[in-house]
């Protein structure tokens, strides 16, 4: 009898929440790692996952960065104690050289900084945020192709390897 290999355990992804859509809408150019300003309450509900990055974007204001849009649905168990806001805007830690290459790449027209994807970093909460242009919709459409062309390749290799 053969033996069994032992599998890897897999690790937990330290995902939160991801704006999928971002890189759909815009093309993405430089990312920052930024920390997060966050109340009990809503680490509770990141812990479980109820967090929602679909119309989130950065704000600089008085040299400092805002996240505003995202929505962290509070807990029931929770925050029944609390006055809760799920789309509070929320302070953005980073350093000042990053808050000025934010700054005057957002000063530019048609540069904006979008909220990428929430993630865990050991104990602490951080946010990826990137700089980003629009995408027009023909750009949006090369993506698709590009995106179904490489689902295809995929196929047909691994229909190559079955034979």
Request: net charge positive.
């Amino acid at each position: 009898m053969r033996a069994m290999a032992k599998k890897k355990p897999k690790k937990p992804s330290n995902v939160i929440a991801r704006n999928k859509r971002a890189s759909f809408d815009y093309q993405l150019l430089d990312t920052f790692e930024a920390g997060l300003v966050l109340s009990g309450w809503e680490v509770k509900s990141l812990r479980m996952g109820k967090a929602d990055l679909a119309d989130s974007y950065v704000l600089m204001k008085n040299g400092e960065a805002w996240l505003l849009g995202a929505q962290i649905v509070p807990l029931d168990t929770a925050s029944t104690h609390f006055v809760t806001d799920p789309t509070r805007t929320r302070k953005l830690l980073l350093h000042k050289k990053e808050l000025a290459r934010i700054l005057v790449a957002t000063a530019q027209k048609g540069q904006t900084c979008v909220c990428t994807q929430l993630y865990w970093k050991g104990h602490l909460i951080k946010a990826r945020i990137a700089l980003a242009t629009g995408k027009k919709s023909h750009d949006k459409r090369d993506t698709e192709k590009e995106r179904d062309w490489g689902r295809q390749k995929q196929r047909i290799i691994r229909d190559n390897v079955k034979q």
